[in-house]
């Protein structure tokens, strides 16, 4: 069965500092990968998705981006982070059009 | 207007009560439509998915989809408080690049005991 994996669970920040959130996929092959950012009580916002190595689409501009080196490796970075960076990150994957299967998160507060 | 507009909620039902949860969308080339239910501070998890109008059930759970008017809808008969979650509906087109999906903005549902 697949399993997808995301880390850290928890990040605390300082506002300018680095980023980097790490996803990865078990028991799938070339799946499509997604970056997700979710405001408190408030819906899914798609940042970045991939259906393939080195190919990422950027839906919103803004202070990350997005990396995949590896089949099932989805890497969310920054530079220097923003107060309003702060938020849930889900990272998804499919294998088509049909569903989407989510991670358990990371949640990232930035002070 | 956003192509897929879900009940806000919050809803708030004693146990053991039917539970209605509805989206309407606008974009005619949604053929696949999903529910999602999340739980505070974890990841979505995919509760039902369907492709065809009418009615498919799983356990207490009901998904309807009506494509000549563009709603679908989530029933959950016989409530319990461990329903008590955000749903998001979700619902995707086969030609949509990266096989994105659409996603309603959720309905937080809360069950009494």
């Known amino acids: 069965s697949q399993t997808i994996h995301q880390w850290p669970a928890t990040l605390v920040q300082p506002v300018g500092s680095p980023l980097s959130l790490e996803c990865t996929v078990e028991?799938?092959?070339?799946?499509?990968l997604y970056w997700y950012r979710q405001a408190a009580g408030r819906g899914l916002q798609l940042l970045f998705y991939?259906?393939?190595?080195?190919?990422i689409s950027s839906e919103v501009p803004q202070n990350l981006s997005a990396s995949r080196p590896q089949d099932r490796q989805f890497i969310l970075s920054s530079k220097k982070l923003l107060l309003s960076d702060s938020g849930f990150y889900l990272c998804?994957?499919?294998?088509?059009?049909?569903?989407?299967?989510f991670g358990p998160g990371t949640r990232l507060l930035v002070l | 207007q956003k192509e897929v507009e879900q009940d806000p909620g919050p809803l708030s039902v004693p146990e053991g009560a039917i539970v209605s949860l509805n989206c309407t969308y606008s974009?005619?080339?949604?053929?696949?439509f999903m529910w999602y239910r999340q739980y505070s501070r974890k990841g979505p998890e995919l509760l039902m998915y369907?492709?065809?109008?009418g009615n498919k059930e799983d356990g207490r759970f009901t998904a309807q989809v009506d494509k000549s008017s563009k709603y679908i809808s989530l029933f959950i008969r016989d409530s319990q408080p461990s329903d008590s979650a955000t749903y998001l509906c979700?619902?995707?087109?086969?030609?949509?690049?990266?096989?994105?999906?659409?996603f309603g903005e959720g309905t937080q549902l809360t069950v009494n005991p």
């Open positions: 998804a994957w499919s294998a088509g059009f049909e569903t989407q299967y």
């Open positions: 028991g799938t092959s070339n799946p499509n």
């Open positions: 991939s259906v393939g190595i080195g190919q």
């Open positions: 974009n005619s080339a949604f053929q696949y």
């Open positions: 369907t492709y065809s109008s």
């Open positions: 979700a619902m995707s087109a086969r030609e949509t690049s990266g096989s994105r999906l659409t």
